[in-house]
């Protein structure tokens, strides 16, 4: 449905497009392993396909998909055969522009209760807010320098020294 929406992008007049695309079945308090495998298989099959067709389509370059999850999972399992909402998680980035195969941020040293970013039974604290996420993308999105904070309205409440760059999660396919 997105790619058939992208392809009639001139007849909306429009030069860039955002979709949110909801995946729901991953809250596994229970049959961890039997989640994983069913979703991740949805979801490799439609970003197959999805991308397969934006490189016919010469849209490849310009297109990045972002996976998010409105929280993580426990590092620990719980009773059920599954874990329990936590708070860090991670995103995943996937385009013709993306440079990617490296980890974005910081990763913890200690996943065990002792590390610094670990709560109890292996809940992470985020190191990075969903605006130092997002910023970047915006910025290679076309939203100049100055209107991040737009975009981005909590994005002064955390240090510009560990901010993400545009230039960290894009290769320039201009030059």
């Known amino acids: 449905m997105v790619a058939r929406l992208i392809a009639t992008r001139e007849l909306r007049g429009v030069d860039r497009d955002f979709f949110f695309i909801p995946h729901s079945n991953w809250d596994a308090h229970n049959k961890l392993e039997w989640n994983l495998n069913t979703n991740l298989a949805d979801l490799d099959n439609a970003i197959n396909a999805f991308s397969t067709e934006m490189k016919t389509e010469g849209l490849w370059d310009s297109t990045t998909i972002i996976q998010a999850s409105d929280f993580g999972r426990s590092l620990e399992p719980n009773g059920g055969d599954g874990t329990d909402h936590a708070w860090g998680g991670n995103y995943m980035m996937i385009g013709g522009a993306v440079s990617g195969g490296k980890i974005v941020g910081k990763y913890p040293e200690v996943l065990t209760d002792d590390g610094p970013e670990i709560l109890e039974r292996g809940r ?3 190191t990075l807010s969903w605006d130092e996420i ?16 737009e975009v981005c309205p909590n994005i002064d409440n955390f240090p510009e020294t560990q901010r993400i760059k545009a230039s960290d999660l894009f290769v320039d396919l201009t030059g």
């Open 124 to 126: 992470i604290i985020p």
């Open 134 to 149: 997002i910023a970047p993308i915006a910025e290679w999105a076309g939203v100049s320098h100055g209107s991040v904070k």
